[in-house]
């Protein structure tokens, strides 16, 4: 699976240069709003032609200015699914989900409606109208209607922006597991901190037009400097960890992985099963010596390879803990006190964590 | 003659004024169509031209489309000379009124079915883009169903306006009972002969009825059309 992307195009003053490839299951464009991110996706789409650009998905190229080769938008088969759901309101749930099916020729069909109807939880809304539909319920069968066109391509354009935070709740889990189980390249556009770290293996940044930075997931979220000044406190590191056991008594589950174990509140997969960590700079404390008798589960211990002052009163300590990075956000007096500087051992106190999962069954 | 019973005459006029109302409703519909998204839709030469020339029928005197229709669509003239010759003749006929009745109605027809695409969302013709449509089957899955109250509010209008045109037709193809006699012209006849007058309020009743009916059953398709697409 591979996305390979550089656009430059001029839209009266603003100016949209960017080009990165990715070889991820899920990449996401992250930016703050008018930072280019769906004139970018509109430009994979074909809903736009830039002046100068070039798409390939998979070694296809799409769009070659250079070559004067344009696919178009119908040719393409790229999924799309706006923010604004966009369902057709003169057809029923099942008129818009046969919609795509019915254009794409049977030999390139791979979608099973079985398994997508299941993956979303769409199969009760078949005989209703889009305008009986709740937005969460939306946004799942516009997600339904792109699958089911068998795409080579799922560009996702904030599907989560129009939604309340229960209905975002109640998505996202559905998200992993597309970008999990079925076996094309997503590319998802958010300005959330939050979604973009729990989802995204690549993360692509815009601001003003220009790509600011581009890596893997676990690699950007290390750049605190990249999150946009009112989104601070979401900042943080990104681990992968594995679920070794789940204790019903405490209804904790442990986690592992090389930084150490730690601990989180209920259920949240079988052992063995890799999940995703997001821990918050804000939430952790660094101590110089192991604390003890202290409330805070979880305890890791490390060294000190990088401190960058974040603003006036804070800065931000880079924790390498056995390989996994963590970020602590702290106040510039306590690293005085505690005399950081790079190579000092540290214990970093995770105050909490927030975990993919758990899953849907 | 009783008050409520029709003439052989007077049930042709009403008779040949359905046919020539729907007729040319139903004919200038796929133009009317075509007319209205290219004006809603394209950016081209002469589009202003192309608009001026639709909506001139509504503001010439209609005694001057029925000459100019006279001129060019007549035996002799510059488009009928040629028609004649592969056995198509307007002039006089009862087809030359329905030809006459659609010029007349087709400004009201495109300004109906103009506004209704104008309304329809380019978002969602994008999305059906996206979802392997070419510009072709967008334009009938998407923007024609959602167009459907736009373009039975024209095809009213345009109805409406054949039962009641009467200087174009009179001009072009005149006044021949069985043949071109629509219920305006039957009416105005009537009107010029002493003892008419009982005739003319028969007809006049018949045409407010139709017109009245028109009016309802298009109300009745807009509104299951609207309440079908609210969204």
């Known amino acids: 699976m591979s996305l390979s992307v550089s656009v430059k195009h001029s839209l009266g003053s603003f100016m949209l240069e960017a080009a990165f490839e990715s070889t991820g299951r899920l990449t996401a464009i992250f930016g703050a709003s008018g930072s280019g991110k769906t ?46 759901a966009r369902l057709f309101p003169h057809l029923t ?16 069909r791979y979608a099973s409606r079985q398994q997508i109807l299941s993956l979303l939880g769409i199969g ?30 799922l560009l996702m354009d904030e599907p989560l922006a ?21 076996r094309i390249p997503i590319v998802y556009v958010s300005h959330s901190v939050a979604e973009v770290m729990r989802l995204a293996d690549d993360i692509a940044v815009l601001e003003h037009g220009r790509l600011a930075a581009f890596g893997p ?68 404390m660094l101590a110089c010596e192991e604390p003890r008798k202290i409330s805070a589960l979880n305890i890791l211990q490390g060294t000190v390879v ?23 956000r702290i ?19 995770v105050k909490s964590v927030s975990v993919s999962g758990p899953f849907p069954r | 003659m009783e008050w409520y019973s029709l003439t052989p005459e007077e049930w042709s006029a009403v008779h040949l004024s359905l046919k020539v109302a729907v007729v040319a409703m139903l004919a200038s519909l796929p133009a009317g169509i075509a007319v209205a998204w290219a004006l809603a839709r394209r950016n081209f030469w002469g589009k202003s031209l192309l608009n001026a020339l639709v909506h001139l029928p509504l503001v010439l005197p209609p005694v001057v489309t029925g000459y100019l229709l006279l001129l060019s669509f007549g035996k002799k003239g510059f488009i009928g000379s040629y028609l004649a010759e592969i056995g198509i003749v307007f002039s006089f006929r009862w087809t030359g009124a329905a030809l006459a009745c659609a010029i007349m109605g087709f400004p009201l027809m495109v300004r109906a ?102 009016l309802v059953v298009s109300e009745y398709l807009a509104r299951r059309a609207g309440q079908r697409l609210s969204s």
């Open chain 1, 124 to 153: 009760h809304l078949l005989a209703r109208r889009p305008r009986d539909l709740s937005g969460g319920e939306k946004q799942r069968v516009a997600i339904g209607r792109a699958l089911l066109a068998s795409p080579q391509l």
């Open chain 1, 162 to 182: 129009a939604l309340d935070q229960a209905r975002k709740a109640e998505i996202i889990p559905y998200l992993e597991r597309l970008r999990d189980e079925i």
């Open chain 1, 306 to 328: 990088d401190l960058v002052p974040a603003d006036s009163s804070a800065v931000n300590v880079k924790l390498d803990c056995a390989g996994a990075i963590i970020m602590a």
């Open chain 2, 113 to 214: 079915i103009r506004l209704s695409i104008e309304a329809v969302d380019t978002r969602l013709e994008a999305a059906a883009e996206t979802l392997g449509a070419n510009a072709a089957w967008v334009f009938l899955t998407v923007t024609l169903p959602l167009t459907l109250p736009g373009i039975i509010a024209g095809m009213i209008l345009s109805f409406a306006k054949a039962m009641g045109e009467f200087g174009a037709t009179i001009t072009f193809v005149s006044n021949i009972p069985g043949e071109t006699q629509t219920l305006p012209s039957a009416i105005y006849t009537y009107t010029q002969i002493p003892g008419g007058d009982a005739g003319a309020l028969k007809l006049t009743a018949i045409s407010i009825v139709i017109s009245l009916g028109a």
């Open chain 1, 217 to 284: 997931v676990a690699e950007i979220a290390q750049r605190l400097d990249l999150v946009p000044p009112e989104d601070r406190d979401e900042g943080g590191a990104v681990i992968v960890m594995a679920v070794i056991a789940y204790d019903e008594s405490s209804d904790l589950t442990r986690l592992t992985a090389t930084a150490g174990d730690i601990l989180v509140p209920g259920h949240i997969g079988p052992p063995g099963m890799k999940t995703r960590v997001r821990i918050r700079a804000r939430d952790v």
């Open chain 1, 39 to 84: 004139s970018l996706v509109n430009v994979i789409a074909g809903l736009v032609t830039p002046q100068k650009g070039r798409v390939a998905v998979d070694g296809k190229v799409l769009l070659d200015t250079g070559a004067g080769l344009y696919i178009p938008a119908s040719k393409r088969r790229i999924g799309y699914v706006f923010q604004d």
């Open chain 1, 331 to 349: 106040t510039r007096h306590s690293a005085n006190v505690l005399d950081l500087k790079t190579g000092s051992r540290a214990y970093a106190v």
């Open chain 1, 93 to 108: 749930v099942e008129g818009n989900l046969s919609y795509g099916e019915w254009f794409t020729p049977k030999g390139q």
